[in-house]
């Protein structure tokens, strides 16, 4: 499976932006998708995580309340809203697949099989 990540930029802070990673390749129906993100001082961290098959999600603590990710089936496209952003979500987001997803797992990195190329979010004044 391939992903293709988009809608990074630089916005304000308490601003908000869309992230966007479609799928291609093989049937994506027992793949749970995950956004993660990366600085140059921190390791990759997991942010959320949706299943493709029933929807349920994941969230990180530091994004609980502000993102909501999502998916549209028919666009094979999954989403993540990003809501009061701060400075501190400045980084590289990364979308990822993981099959045959267990919910425990959703949140690690090396769980993940498959991964986009990353879109860089800045957050400043």
């Known amino acids: 499976v391939q992903l293709q990540a988009s809608g990074g930029g630089w916005v304000q802070p308490g601003g908000s932006l869309r992230l966007s990673c479609e799928v291609s390749?093989?049937?994506?129906?027992?793949?749970?998708m995950g956004w993660f993100r990366q600085t140059p001082r921190k390791d990759r961290e997991f942010v959320a995580a949706?299943?493709?098959?029933?929807?349920?999600?994941k969230y990180a603590d530091s994004v609980k309340g502000r993102f909501t990710i999502s998916k549209d089936m028919a666009k094979k496209t999954g989403y993540l809203q990003m809501n009061s952003l701060k400075a501190e979500d400045t980084a590289v987001y990364y979308c990822?697949?993981?099959?045959?997803?267990?919910?425990?797992?959703?949140?690690?990195?090396?769980?993940?099989?498959?991964w986009g190329q990353g879109t860089l979010v800045t957050v400043s004044s």
């Open positions: 390749g093989r049937t994506f129906s027992n793949y749970a």
């Open positions: 949706i299943k493709w098959s029933g929807g349920s999600t």
């Open positions: 990822a697949a993981l099959y045959a997803p267990i919910t425990s797992t959703m949140s690690h990195v090396s769980a993940y099989d498959s």
